[in-house]
Nanobody
Framework: QVQLAESGGGLVQAGGSLRLSCAAS????????VGWFRQAPGKEREFVATISGSGIILHANSVKGRFTISRDNVKNTVYLQMNSLKPEDTAVYYC?????????????????WGQGTQVTVSS
């Protein structure tokens, strides 16, 4: 069983940057797809970015050009670099892992979830 722990959230002004980390324990991340999702109050949990076991990446249109997902298999960690943050990026951000190497934009394809980290962007 894999455990995921997010960190790096916080309060930032619009236009600022944050880097979220998702550290895995109990099993290696290497070869498995990992995704980032976010959920704002009163809204559905939505896809943000995903990286496959082979390193193929995909970002949601709403964050493309501003956010970048990456992974460090040695550190067993996946990152989400967030630049040019906007107030509408405010949400709880979750990382999730699949039991497959293929990426997916569907939250239902992910089996393992972290507890989430709050990101608040002030205007």
């Amino acid at each position: 069983q894999v455990q995921l722990a997010e960190s790096g959230g916080g309060l930032v002004q619009a236009g600022g940057s944050l880097r979220l980390s998702c550290a895995a324990s109990g099993r290696t991340f290497a070869g498995y797809a990992v995704g980032w999702f976010r959920q704002a109050p009163g809204k559905e949990r939505e896809f943000v970015a995903t990286i496959s076991g082979s390193g193929i990446i995909l970002h949601a249109n709403s964050v493309k050009g501003r956010f970048t997902i990456s992974r460090d298999n040695v550190k067993n960690t996946v990152y989400l670099q967030m630049n040019s943050l906007k107030p509408e990026d405010t949400a709880v951000y979750y990382c999730a892992a699949r039991d497959s190497s293929s990426w997916s934009t569907s939250r239902y394809a992910y089996i393992h979830w972290g507890q989430g980290t709050q990101v608040t962007v002030s205007s």
